[in-house]
């Protein structure tokens, strides 16, 4: 425990030598973020909704008893009208009746989904265009609720509510893209703070190494000049010692 406290103050006290290190990077990467978030194209989400049903036309008591026992134990009929909804030929269709190049909704994401323990639709159509994707969701929901007519005379598509304007861009989210990005730039200084002191204590024991290696060299180098020296000036003085 005691081991883990000392690191813990080790690491705090880098980080609070390196603040400026911190900041800056903390600055970059907020500033990314911003400009990131600032040259994205707007995403726009409209929302209509479609109910599976009897068809009017079902006067019999029993008949309308029948089919609503029948439909609430066919949910796969509900996941079919959705599918109908998001069919390359309805979108063309409605399409056409706005007047759109279909070339246009590339960029479109289009899709329909049944709500949890229910007979209910909900088409979603997000795109750049506000009023594009409120305009496309009404088309869509008109020409495949005709479409349906035609093909099925027990159950009928019938609308709930239609799609209108909203102005509120559903992405990108300014302040999580920014809260993002300082999170991001905390936790990369910090990472690069303790990295940099490691790599200095690193560099600096080898090089503290080093100069200790390089010291004793030179101190062996010296008494091995000094005793070979040594045995020279015995030999010198041992050779003068013996008579001619």
């Known amino acids: ?29 907020t500033g990314i973020s911003i400009a990131y978030s600032y040259t994205q194209t707007p995403i726009y989400e409209a929302t209509a909704t ?10 019999n008591t029993d ?8 439909l609430a134990g066919r949910t796969s009929l509900a996941t079919t009208y ?14 056409a009746s706005l007047n759109v190049p279909v070339q246009m909704l590339e960029d479109y994401t289009i899709n ?13 159509i997000q795109g750049s265009s506000p009023a594009l994707v409120a305009d496309l969701a009404n088309a869509i929901g008109t020409v ?10 027990i159950y009928e598509l019938r609308r709930l509510d239609l799609a209108v304007v909203n ?26 703070a303790i990295l940099r002191q490691l790599l200095v204590q690193s560099f600096g024991e080898e090089t503290k190494t080093a100069s200790a290696a390089a010291v004793e060299l030179n101190v062996s180098n010296s008494q091995d000049m000094i005793s070979d020296r040594n045995k020279t000036t015995f030999k010198t003085n041992f050779s003068s010692s013996q008579p001619d």
């Open 1 to 29: 425990m005691q081991i883990q406290s000392m690191h813990l103050q080790q690491y705090l006290r880098i980080i609070r030598e390196s603040w400026w290190i911190i900041l800056a990077i903390v600055l970059i990467s």
């Open 50 to 59: 479609f109910v599976v049903n009897p068809n009017v036309r079902i006067t």
């Open 63 to 70: 008949e309308v008893l029948y089919s609503l026992d029948t």
């Open 82 to 95: 959705s599918n109908v909804l998001k069919s390359k030929n309805i979108i063309e269709q409605a399409a």
């Open 112 to 124: 329909a989904v049944v709500l949890p323990d229910s007979s209910v639709l909900s088409l979603q």
């Open 144 to 153: 495949g609720v005709g479409y349906i007519s035609d093909l099925q005379e």
């Open 167 to 192: 102005l509120e861009p559903i992405s990108p989210n300014h302040l999580v893209d920014i809260t993002l990005g300082v999170i991001i730039g905390v936790i990369s200084g910090v990472a690069f």
